[in-house]
């Protein structure tokens, strides 16, 4: 069974339809970048796969063991308070929490895995350092670090390089793309950002509040509406 | 100016001894919660609670009945009521500000106005309203001393679910918390934490004690758990100090307080200034 699919789901504000009827699957491994116009639903899609709103109709499976507390997610910036006291290690730490459960504190290995993940983004220098003074790209990393905490499996993205200059966004693509090929986590993001979008993603889902596309990267890119939607930069 | 004997004689004195118990607990309960409720915006709503605790209080005095029984869950209701508008405010017709100014200033009417319909209450306003160690009686002390216990032991216990959800409710929910059971958990432990220091601090004062110890700290610290900390050592500080400063020179004990807070806030806001 695929790692997530979703049947017919429809989702709306107060009787405005943002989506209507969305069918599609998601398999281990994949690398999902989600599609569309400004408004089209791309982030209510997440909320619904996040549980954070829940849809009118339709239904979203988890497969493969998947729970949906075993689900990282990395947040639109704006969503956080950019002036909070906290430490880059509690930050990240609290990616952890849950899959705790009831256990109230952290122990080594929570600790641990914090670390581990800090690593793998190349952010352990900034363990100590305080959340509020770093940089654009440096707070994503960290929130990444936390997302990363919280999964082995999937990790949901929600246009993340909104804010960061060009050079920062392609290596935070690289650290995603590292993710998916090197520990195997499946990603499902939006972006607006076609260059990364043609370089790693390996399936399409273009929303129009309902889908457009859905499908590989190497049909999307033949097919009228995945040529329109690249525009020119495919052909640079 | 102030000898060491007023001093010894004023700690000698049983009732000073048992508020300043009550006082130092409710100090650290409401600093750590501020804590929160300071980073998530909700500075407010602790003023409106306590005029809603004011008024409560009022009725039930009016009626005779035990003061705390009455506010602690009148208190609780209305605190749910400001949260659920806080969060709902983006899209409902009264946004959440000018919903906790219309309930805070209708409930502190009511009160008034049952106070001064009720015989024998007048001269009480004044120490509702600024705060006074004598109206705690010998039942008071020890139904505060356990439910600050209480709100004191679920902080600790919650203590990194409340940093989570604090920091991005989105995250946290995402992740499997259970947010809406936490948002409650803090809504009620400030009601209970409002209830009990409001007759110490006065109904008008007792938000600056959830407030001022916080903001005191993030002048200066960077780290979650440094705030915390530092923020109830600043609050209990801020009281004891306030409150031997009340008993010496006979002003108000929420009054003194609240001044001692501001002074320390400026101190800590010119330290984190000059550390930058
Ligand atoms: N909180 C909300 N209340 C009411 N309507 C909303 C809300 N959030 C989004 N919508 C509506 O739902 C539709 C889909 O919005 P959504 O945020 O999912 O778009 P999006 O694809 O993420 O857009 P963007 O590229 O700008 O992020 C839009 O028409 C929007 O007006
Ligand atoms: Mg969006």
């Known amino acids: 069974m695929s790692l997530l699919s979703c049947k017919n789901l429809s989702m709306s504000y107060d009787n405005n339809n943002a989506l209507t009827d969305i069918s599609f699957d998601v398999d281990n491994g994949d690398y999902l970048c989600i599609v569309g116009e400004n408004g089209s639903g791309k982030s209510t899609l997440l909320k619904g796969l996040l549980g954070l709103m829940s849809p009118i109709s339709g239904e979203i499976l988890f497969g493969d ?40 504190f952290y122990n080594k290995h929570d600790k641990a895995r914090a670390l581990d993940a800090m690593q793998k983004l190349n952010i352990l220098s900034l363990k100590n350092k305080s959340y509020k003074q770093l940089s654009g790209g440096q707070q994503q990393r960290v929130l990444l670090a936390r997302a990363l905490c919280a999964t082995d499996k999937l990790l949901i993205v929600d246009e993340p390089t909104t804010g960061l200059d060009p050079l920062i966004s392609s290596e935070f693509y690289k650290l995603i793309h590292k993710l998916n090929k090197l520990y195997g986590i499946t990603i499902i993001m939006t972006s607006h950002d076609i260059n990364s979008l043609t370089k790693y993603a390996t399936k399409i889902l273009h929303l129009k509040n309902n889908v457009q596309f859905i499908g590989t990267y190497d049909e999307y890119k033949n097919t009228e509406i995945g040529k329109t939607f690249l525009g020119g930069i495919s052909h640079v | 100016m102030f000898s060491m004997s007023a001093l010894l004689g004023l700690l000698s004195q049983k009732f ?5 118990l009550v006082g130092v607990l409710v100090s650290l309960c409401a600093s750590l919660l501020g804590v929160s409720l300071v980073l998530k ?27 705390l029984l009455v506010s602690i869950p009148v208190v609780v209701i209305s605190a749910f009521f400001l949260l659920r508008i806080n969060n709902q405010s983006n899209d409902s017709a009264i946004k959440g500000d000018s919903a906790i100014a219309l309930i805070s200033s209708s409930a ?105 110890p916080s903001l005191s700290s993030m002048r200066i610290f960077k780290k979650f758990k440094h705030v915390v900390i530092s923020s109830s050592i600043i609050s209990v500080f801020c009281f004891l100090l306030g409150l031997i400063l009340s008993c010496l020179i006979e002003i108000p004990t929420g009054a003194s307080i609240v001044v001692t807070n501001l002074t320390v806030f400026i101190i800590c806001h010119i330290i984190g200034k000059t550390i930058k």
């Not at chain 1, 002036?83 to 459960?101: D, H, I, N, W, Y």
């Not at chain 2, 809406?180 to 220091?197: E, K, R, Y």
């Open chain 2, 108 to 212: 502190l009417a009511l009160g008034i106005m049952i106070t001064s319909l009720t015989k024998g209450m007048n001269s009480d306003v004044i120490s509702y309203m600024f705060g006074s160690i004598l109206t705690l009686s010998q039942s008071d002390v020890i139904v505060s001393i356990v439910l600050s216990l209480i709100v004191l032991v679920l902080f600790i216990v919650f203590y990194n679910k409340i940093f989570t959800v604090t920091f991005d409710e989105n995250f946290a929910k995402a992740t499997g918390t259970n947010v809406s059971l936490l948002n409650s958990l803090l809504a009620i432990l400030t009601s209970i934490t409002i209830v009990i220091g409001m007759r110490i601090m006065g109904t008008l004062l007792i938000s600056s004690l959830i407030i001022f």
């Open chain 2, 41 to 67: 915006r909700y500075s407010m709503i602790g003023d409106g609670l306590s005029h809603v605790g004011f008024a409560s209080l009022a009725i039930s005095m009016a009626l005779g009945w035990a003061p």
């Open chain 1, 65 to 104: 063991n998947l729970k949906p507390n075993e689900i990282g997610y990395l947040p639109q910036q704006q969503s956080i308070n950019r002036s909070f006291p906290a430490s880059c290690f509690e930050v990240v730490l609290s990616g952890t929490l849950s899959k705790k459960g009831l256990i109230p």
């Open chain 2, 16 to 20: 000073i001894l048992r508020a300043m």
